[in-house]
C-alpha cells in the first residue's frame, strides 16, 4: 500500500501495488492525510493532520470511527495488532494508541515520557523502532522498555540520516542529502559489525561530552575525533 497527499486541496490517496508496481486498487480520502497504516483485511487508518483526528475506514473506504487527537501520528504494527504513536497533549512525552478496527474504537494502551522523531518496524525481541534525532531505539510495548540500536555518533557516520528503515537486526537503510556541489539524496546500507570488530571497540575508553546544543560542526569534530583515535 501506499500513500499520496495533494498539500493544496488536503485529499489524499491510498493505492494498492503489485509487486510491479501496478495499481490494483485506489482509494479517495477528501482529507490530508499525515501517516496511515492497512490491516490484513485492507481496512485503513489515516491521520488527518487539518481536522487532528485518526480515522478508521473499511477496506472500500467507508467511515468506520474517529477521534480527535493531534496533527503528527506514527502508525505500526505489532504482533498482529495495529497502533499508532502521537504526542502527548496534556504534557511532554508521547500516547500509544490501540487502533480496533473489530470494535470500531481506539484505545489509549501506554504513555510514555519521552517524544519520537518516527516509528518503524520492529525486530527480533521490538515490538517496534522509535526513532530520535541521535539515532534508533527498540521500544516493548508490554514491558514499556527502551533500547538503543543505533546511535548517529557512535557510528562514526558524516552526515545525520532524514529517512531510515530496518531491514533486519543486522542491517539498517537510510536517506541523507549530499551536501557538495550537487545537492541531491543519497542511500547507504549500514551493517552490523563482527563480533571481533565490536569486541576492540567496547574495549575503548568512552569520553562524555555535554552541550547546551550539538552544532553540526561539534558533531562532526566528534565523529572525526572517534575516527582517528584508537584508544
Same mark, same amino acid.
Given at each position: 500500500?501506499?500513500? $499520496?497527499?495533494?498539500?493544496? *486541496? ?16 485506489? !482509494?479517495? =480520502? ?6 496511515? %497504516? ?8 489515516? *491521520? ?5 483526528? %485518526? ?10 470511527? *474517529?477521534?480527535? %487527537?493531534?496533527? &503528527?501520528?506514527?502508525? =505500526? ?12 497533549? @496534556? ?15 481506539? *484505545?489509549? !494502551?501506554?504513555? /510514555?515520557?519521552?517524544? !519520537?522523531?518516527?516509528? $518503524? ?19 516493548? /510495548? ?10 548517529? %555518533?557512535?557510528?562514526? /557516520?558524516?552526515?545525520?540520516?532524514? !529517512?531510515?528503515?530496518?531491514?533486519? &537486526? ?13 545537492? @541531491?539524496?543519497?542511500?547507504?546500507? /549500514? ?13 575503548? @575508553? ?16 566528534? @565523529? &572525526? =575525533? ?6
Amino acid at each position: 500500500w501506499a500513500l $499520496m497527499n495533494d498539500g493544496y *486541496s488536503n485529499k489524499s490517496i491510498v493505492v494498492n501495488l503489485d509487486q510491479n508496481m501496478n495499481s490494483k486498487k485506489i !482509494i479517495d =480520502f477528501d482529507i490530508g492525510a499525515e501517516d496511515f %497504516i492497512v490491516d490484513s483485511y485492507g481496512r485503513i487508518a489515516l *491521520s488527518d493532520y487539518v481536522n487532528e483526528e %485518526i480515522i478508521l475506514y473499511d477496506s472500500e473506504g467507508n467511515h468506520l470511527y *474517529s477521534e480527535k %487527537i493531534t496533527k &503528527e501520528s506514527h502508525c =505500526f504494527e505489532a504482533g498482529g495488532k495495529y497502533y499508532t504513536a502521537v504526542p502527548n497533549i @496534556k504534557k511532554s512525552g508521547t500516547v500509544i494508541y490501540l487502533l480496533d478496527f473489530d470494535k470500531k474504537n481506539i *484505545s489509549e !494502551i501506554n504513555v /510514555l515520557d519521552f517524544e !519520537i522523531k518516527d516509528t $518503524m518496524n520492529g525486530f527480533g525481541k521490538y515490538d517496534v523502532c522509535f526513532a530520535f534525532n541521535d539515532g534508533i531505539y527498540g521500544y516493548n /510495548l508490554d514491558r514499556n522498555t527502551l533500547e538503543e540500536v543505533i546511535n548517529w %555518533i557512535d557510528s562514526d /557516520l558524516d552526515f545525520d540520516p532524514d !529517512i531510515f528503515s530496518i531491514i533486519d &537486526e543486522n542491517k539498517i537503510i537510510c536517506r541523507y542529502w549530499g551536501n557538495g556541489e550537487v545537492y @541531491k539524496p543519497f542511500f547507504t546500507l /549500514l551493517k552490523r559489525v563482527d563480533d571481533e570488530t565490536l569486541k576492540t571497540i567496547q574495549e575503548r @575508553k568512552v569520553l562524555n561530552v555535554a552541550a547546551g546544543f550539538m552544532t553540526e560542526n561539534m558533531r562532526n569534530q566528534i @565523529k &572525526e =575525533f572517534n575516527k582517528i583515535n584508537n584508544n
